[in-house]
């Protein structure tokens, strides 16, 4: 059993009492996921405000910074609720599947959008980490859309080091200590690492793709 594996049954543990209470009051999957989007359109505004603050007031900003991150964790919750709660009432669906890696898209790159306007209106000194957070961007997204295109060509492709588990508990794990350290360091080591990492699973994950497809071609001319 692999760690992804290991914390996954004990969030379960914890995530099963609630999510049988979601099936007594018949709340939907897709009602779940757009809760999840709307926890992140909230921490996107946190940070935003942060941003704002941040020139005259950065005690408050960096409380705002802090509390943006805590939403993220929350949020991340329902992420993982939305597919419980399909598969414990016999709920999933095509169209959910959809709704559920849509919103998770959009989740993932606004609050990555509100971290990069933090660093881009706190000076000319953070610019750089406002670039390395767009690269975070086009990193994520990358990740999941060489999936979906592997997915297409009947290829599984999971292998990589940065998913979006793993990108949104940095996101989340390094805006609160930034928040509590009053350090945005700690926010943009963590926009360094999903930068980097997030476009070596992208890349990893085309390499992967290429091997199965020559693998085949060459199965397909014997």
Request: overall charge positive; glycine content about 10%.
């Amino acid at each position: 059993m692999n760690y992804r594996d290991f914390l996954q049954k004990i969030i379960y543990v914890v995530i099963n009492p609630v999510i049988r209470l979601m099936l007594r009051l018949h709340i939907t999957p897709n009602v779940v996921t757009t809760l999840g989007l709307i926890g992140n359109v909230a921490a996107t505004a946190l940070f935003i405000a942060a941003a704002r603050r941040m020139p005259y007031c950065p005690d408050e900003a960096f409380a705002l910074i802090g509390w943006g991150g805590a939403v993220i964790l929350f949020a991340g919750l329902f992420d993982m609720m939305d597919g419980r709660l399909a598969r414990m009432g016999g709920l999933s669906s095509t169209f959910g599947a959809l709704w559920d890696s849509t919103l998770d898209r959009y989740s993932e790159l606004i609050t990555l959008f509100g971290i990069c306007i933090i660093f881009l209106l706190g000076g000319d000194q953070w610019f750089w980490m406002g670039v390395t957070t767009f690269a975070a961007m086009v990193g994520s997204i990358m990740v999941s859309y060489v999936r979906a295109r592997a997915e297409g060509l009947d290829i599984e492709c999971k292998v990589g080091l940065m998913q979006r588990p793993e990108r949104v508990v940095v996101t989340a794990v390094v805006a609160i200590v930034s928040g509590i350290t009053a350090n945005l360091w700690w926010l943009g080591g963590g926009m360094i690492v999903i930068a980097v990492l997030a476009n070596l699973t992208a890349f990893w994950r085309v390499a992967h793709c290429y091997k199965e497809l020559n693998r085949r071609d060459a199965n397909g001319k014997e």
